[in-house]
């Protein structure tokens, strides 16, 4: 079984443990050994970015462009490859798998050219002879602490900003797909990234993380997961004053009007709420339905959700792939009872036993719901959907923004009127109208509001806000 090591300081290092990989499909297959870092792998990766920062800082735009261009095209290149590699270690199935590495190479291409679009300002100085400069600059050594549900996706679109705009990096992906991150490793040394300035230090969140966001040499920390993580995060980098940029958990509302098409809706919400296992923070978990089409509208999606193929993420004929570990799952069976125990009807959403051993879980679909259920409140990240019966557009926008998060929104409507009035009314990052809530473009801003985000938007153009800081500079020309 190859052993895959830690690349710190332009090295692969190897580690006394390495923890074994294993395919949530099929418990069998151990898909390979990764390295556990330490402490002390943390503060050398810290100390080497650190040594990295001035040169990579002052390296020219062409240099860093080509870089990212580079890791781009091997990543699409090879994009079948890394997709199986993605859909064995994670679950979701290869055509998502293969979609996932896509964007993960087209995040880099776009970084590849924002490298040559830092821009700044020129001004007058309301003073006379003066000029006055507003540049951006790079941060300098930025930590990455990412999940296990977009593992090739997050990673890229957190290192390729990172880089694109001058800064050195410390990766931590999350414990359960070390696989796509360590290609992620492998591509940037492959193409010639200078030592220290790209450092992956797999292992533990509570040693590796924990060591990353408390080193006195880390700059800013971006992450992406769940809220207590992200919580305790925000809570440690306030007190060491340093920038972090927090992406967390939702409870997607979907807003189906009685003026909707009825197949796009039913399509919008099987896709929302249940590819991809439902491990997507921005999955449509709320069902916010009007009384008029509530009954036709949930008979075709629970005739649509039942005949939704689980299985093999690798067999092409799967729609859903299985749950990502025993503790997801676990914890996603756990809110089914609830479900029966807070009064849901409950369709589906039991443990499945397939030929082989894996974390297969048929999708659910909550009925008779009411948004205070504690289903309505709190994340539970696997395919499981509520539906909530309103009377009108106004309880509807009511009833979605009534949640402690504020990530995507979606509305299916074929009146203006309605879409154009939730698009300003709805309290979150971001809005879809007759589309799922989840699925977004990789150019413009990703991120959410309340409880789902904290700090700058990431992704597009609007990532430079996090991955820059801007220096005002005055000239007296005399
Ligand atoms: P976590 O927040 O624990 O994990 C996310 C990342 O943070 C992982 O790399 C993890 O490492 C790391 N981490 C854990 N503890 C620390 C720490 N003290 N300091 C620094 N880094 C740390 O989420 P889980 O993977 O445990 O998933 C739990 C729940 O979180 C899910 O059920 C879901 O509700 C939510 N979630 C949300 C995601 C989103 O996209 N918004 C993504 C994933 C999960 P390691 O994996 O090694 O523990």
């Known amino acids: 079984m190859t052993k895959h090591d830690n690349l710190i300081g332009g090295k692969w290092l190897p580690s006394n443990t390495y923890s074994e990989n294993r395919n949530p499909s099929n418990t069998d297959d151990v898909v390979g050994l990764y390295a556990q870092g330490s402490v002390d792998d943390v503060d050398a990766a810290v100390t080497a ?3 990295a920062a001035p040169g990579w800082a002052a390296a020219t735009p062409q240099t860093r462009h080509d870089l990212l261009e580079a890791v781009g095209r091997k990543l699409a290149e090879r994009a079948e490859e890394y997709g199986r590699l993605l859909s064995r270690e994670e679950g979701k199935t290869l055509a998502e798998g293969i979609g996932e590495t896509m964007r993960a190479a087209q995040v880099f291409k776009f970084f590849a050219g924002e490298a040559l679009r830092v821009t700044g300002d020129m001004q007058a100085s309301v003073r006379p002879d003066i000029d006055v400069e507003v540049t951006r600059e790079p941060v300098g050594v930025i930590g990455l602490i990412t999940p296990w549900n977009f593992p090739i996706a997050i990673p890229a679109w957190k290192a390729a900003p990172a880089l694109a705009y001058g800064n050195c990096v410390v990766l931590k992906p999350a414990d359960l797909t070390l696989g796509c991150a360590h290609v992620i490793a492998t591509l940037l040394d492959e193409c010639g990234c200078p030592p220290g300035v790209f450092n992956l230090v797999m292992g533990r969140g509570s040693v590796v993380g924990e060591a990353i966001v408390t080193h006195p040499d880390v700059d800013a920390v971006s992450f992406t997961g769940s809220v207590a993580t992200g919580s305790h995060i925000a809570e440690v980098c306030g007190r060491l004053k340093r920038k972090c940029q927090l992406e967390m958990g939702g409870k997607n509302p979907m807003v189906v009007l009685d003026d909707a098409d009825l197949d796009v809706a039913v399509s919008a919400c099987l896709n929302g709420t249940f590819f991809s296992t439902g491990q997507r923070c921005t999955a449509s978990s709320r069902m916010i339905v009007q009384a008029g089409i509530h009954d036709a509208f ?12 689980v299985g093999d993420a690798l067999d092409p004929a799967t729609q859903i792939g299985p749950v990502v570990d025993e503790k997801q799952l676990s914890s996603n069976l756990a809110y089914v009872d609830l ?3 807070e009064g849901a009807k409950v369709i589906g959403g039991e443990r499945l036993e397939l030929a ?18 504690r289903i309505n409140r709190e994340e539970i990240f696997g395919p499981c959907g509520s539906v909530i019966k309103v009377a009108d557009f106004e309880e509807a926008i009511t009833v979605a923004n009534d949640t402690e998060f504020g990530l995507s929104a979606g509305i299916c409507t074929t009146s203006l009127k309605h879409a154009r009035d939730f698009k300003r009314r709805a309290r979150a990052g971001m809005v879809m109208v007759n589309l799922p809530t989840a699925g977004v473009d990789f150019h413009v801003p990703f991120g959410g509001t309340r409880g789902s985000s904290f700090g700058p938007r990431e992704q597009g153009r609007y990532a430079a806000e996090f991955f820059t800081t801007v220096k005002t500079s005055y000239l007296f020309a005399g």
């Open 49 to 51: 970015a650190r040594k």
């Open 339 to 341: 479900a029966r125990k």
């Open 356 to 373: 082989v051993p894996g974390y297969f879980q048929a999708p659910a679909l909550f009925l008779e719901t009411t948004n205070s259920m």
């Open 298 to 309: 949930v008979e075709k999606l629970q005739t649509a959700m039942l005949a939704l193929k």
